[in-house]
């Protein structure tokens, strides 16, 4: 079968996070999480299902954008895109008239993560097969084939690509054993949200300790004082073992990133995340140097636009942990072209997760390069937000603070289509029922 794309149609779907505060951090006060969802129909009746994260307003936004590029979808047959894939992904990226609106960053490119995401979901369904393990299944070639080279040559090449692929081959049956047996490490940052109480921080902490967590996320960055009083409080709680991350959310100018996060050095983090502009790599090399003495490494990813500025993030060792996006970069392809990167150069890929659907998608990216890529799980884990998972038809399994590779075919991103309709903005009953408060 051809699988011949007949339509696309895309919703603005927006969870009211924002009135418990659950997303809260020093940048992003009150966000409602939301998504651009994609469903591409086809003429054997198979759907792919697809997604973008956005944090409420502006959801409209990426929707017209993806149905500025929908007519590059419909018409072609799920065949015809794969046995080119990186043609159809440079068709998409590199439109002659919409690339003006990117290139490759911003709305344009979320929305095209959105289609790729469902294209990708469409192929893993048409085989039978979770995404990781169609990933993992197909040969070098194949996968190098996916990957849209241009402006990143000169950091890797295709050659070398299928080099690692290559090496990798050996074990990977037995690491593809141990990822069913055991899961993918992950860590969490449901505890300690900004705008949490203290109180309710010390519960969710218990909590989450006493179901087997060992890996801990802290928002930082509105207030040095509060952040000490909160980062003591958890260290007190994990005790000196286990792992503490801070996360700061862009808060910071460079020079006073460095001299906030060394006045929270005693309480150990293993990173510090985003702590200025996401496209300041300079800057973020200079943290990196600054705080290395200290033992603190740092963060980033969520808000890296493309391969691009992940290429000179590494090549200015600006980062010493990567943070893939599963929404953010164009869909597999791309993040594909940034796992092979960070292998070469040598740094550890630690995906962010959370928000709507984001741990569904990033599980199958994480495990692929585990088994594929950089088979190692050194200083490694996944990012875990525990909600919204419940209008997922395949939610994410974790057991024991680990991520179960997901056995449904496809990239784990179909919403159920109750929770589509009641959470469609602004027509759907969650959000009149607020509306009209
Ligand atoms: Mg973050």
Same mark, same amino acid.
């Given at each position: 079968m051809l699988?011949?794309?007949?339509s696309?149609? +895309?919703?603005?779907?927006?969870?009211?996070?924002?009135?418990?505060?659950?997303?809260?951090?020093a940048?992003?006060t009150d966000p409602?999480?939301?998504?651009?969802?994609?469903?591409?129909?086809?003429d !054997?009746?198979?759907?792919?299902f697809?997604?973008?994260?956005?944090?409420?307003?502006?959801?409209?936004? @990426? +929707?017209?954008a993806v149905?500025?590029v929908?007519?590059?979808?419909v018409?072609k047959s799920?065949?015809?895109?794969?046995?080119d894939?990186?043609?159809f992904?440079?068709?998409?990226?590199?439109d002659?008239?919409m690339?003006?609106?990117g290139?490759?960053?911003? @709305?344009?490119h979320?929305?095209?993560?959105a289609?790729? /995401?469902?294209v990708?979901?469409l192929?893993?369904?048409?085989?039978?097969k979770?995404?990781?393990?169609?990933?993992?299944d197909m040969?070098p070639?194949q996968i190098v084939?996916c990957?849209?080279?241009?402006y990143?040559?000169?950091?890797?090449?295709?050659?070398e690509?299928?080099e690692? =692929?290559?090496k990798?081959?050996?074990?990977?049956?037995?690491r593809?054993?141990?990822?069913l047996?055991e899961g993918?490490p992950?860590?969490t940052?449901?505890c300690?949200? =900004? &705008?949490?109480?203290d109180?309710l921080?010390k519960?969710?902490?218990t909590?989450a300790l006493k179901?087997?967590?060992?890996?801990?996320k802290v928002?930082v960055?509105?207030?040095l004082?509060d952040?000490?009083?909160?980062?003591?409080?958890?260290?007190?709680?994990i005790?000196p073992? /286990?792992?503490?991350?801070?996360d700061?959310?862009q808060?910071?100018?460079?020079?006073?990133a460095?001299?906030?996060v060394?006045?929270?050095?005693?309480?150990?983090?293993?990173w510090?995340?985003?702590?200025?502009?996401p496209?300041?790599?300079l800057?973020?090399?200079?943290i990196s140097k600054? =705080?290395?003495?200290? &033992?603190?490494g740092?963060?980033? &990813?969520?808000?890296?636009?493309?391969? +691009?500025?992940f290429?000179?993030f590494l090549?200015a060792?600006?980062l010493?942990? +990567?943070?893939?996006?599963?929404?953010?970069?164009g869909?597999?392809?791309?993040?594909l072209a940034?796992?092979l990167m960070?292998?070469?150069?040598?740094?550890?890929? !630690?995906p962010?997760?959370?928000? @709507?659907?984001?741990?569904?998608l990033?599980?199958?990216?994480i495990?692929?390069?585990?088994i594929?890529v950089?088979g190692?799980?050194?200083?490694r884990? !996944?990012?875990?937000v525990?909600h919204?998972h419940e209008h997922?038809?395949?939610?994410?399994v974790?057991?024991?603070?680990?991520?179960?590779?997901?056995?449904d075919?496809?990239?784990s991103?179909e919403?159920?289509?109750?929770?589509?309709?009641s959470?469609?903005?602004p027509?759907?009953?969650?959000?009149?029922?607020?509306? /009209?408060k």
């Amino acid at each position: 079968m051809l699988h011949k794309i007949t339509s696309l149609t +895309v919703r603005d779907v927006r969870f009211p996070t924002s009135l418990e505060q659950h997303g809260s951090d020093a940048m992003h006060t009150d966000p409602d999480y939301s998504v651009a969802y994609v469903v591409l129909d086809t003429d !054997c009746g198979l759907k792919g299902f697809g997604l973008t994260f956005t944090v409420g307003k502006g959801t409209e936004i @990426v +929707v017209c954008a993806v149905e500025a590029v929908a007519g590059l979808v419909v018409g072609k047959s799920l065949q015809e895109i794969v046995s080119d894939f990186r043609g159809f992904y440079r068709l998409l990226t590199s439109d002659g008239q919409m690339r003006w609106l990117g290139p490759e960053k911003g @709305v344009i490119h979320l929305a095209i993560a959105a289609v790729l /995401n469902a294209v990708w979901d469409l192929w893993a369904r048409a085989e039978g097969k979770p995404l990781w393990k169609l990933l993992v299944d197909m040969d070098p070639k194949q996968i190098v084939s996916c990957i849209d080279f241009r402006y990143i040559t000169d950091a890797l090449t295709e050659e070398e690509a299928v080099e690692i =692929l290559v090496k990798a081959q050996e074990g990977k049956q037995r690491r593809e054993e141990h990822m069913l047996k055991e899961g993918y490490p992950a860590y969490t940052t449901s505890c300690a949200w =900004l &705008g949490y109480s203290d109180q309710l921080l010390k519960q969710l902490c218990t909590d989450a300790l006493k179901s087997g967590w060992t890996k801990f996320k802290v928002k930082v960055g509105a207030d040095l004082e509060d952040d000490k009083r909160r980062c003591r409080l958890m260290r007190q709680m994990i005790g000196p073992d /286990n792992t503490l991350m801070i996360d700061a959310n862009q808060r910071w100018d460079v020079a006073e990133a460095i001299s906030w996060v060394s006045s929270l050095a005693e309480f150990k983090p293993l990173w510090v995340e985003e702590p200025t502009s996401p496209d300041d790599i300079l800057g973020h090399a200079a943290i990196s140097k600054a =705080l290395a003495p200290l &033992g603190i490494g740092v963060a980033t &990813g969520e808000q890296c636009h493309n391969r +691009v500025m992940f290429k000179q993030f590494l090549q200015a060792s600006a980062l010493q942990f +990567v943070q893939i996006d599963s929404c953010r970069l164009g869909s597999v392809n791309e993040n594909l072209a940034v796992l092979l990167m960070a292998h070469k150069f040598q740094v550890p890929v !630690c995906p962010h997760a959370g928000g @709507v659907g984001l741990c569904e998608l990033v599980q199958h990216l994480i495990l692929f390069d585990y088994i594929c890529v950089s088979g190692s799980l050194g200083n490694r884990m !996944c990012e875990y937000v525990d909600h919204l998972h419940e209008h997922f038809t395949s939610p994410v399994v974790i057991h024991d603070a680990h991520y179960m590779p997901p056995k449904d075919p496809g990239y784990s991103c179909e919403m159920l289509e109750s929770s589509v309709q009641s959470h469609q903005y602004p027509e759907g009953d969650v959000w009149t029922l607020i509306m /009209n408060k």
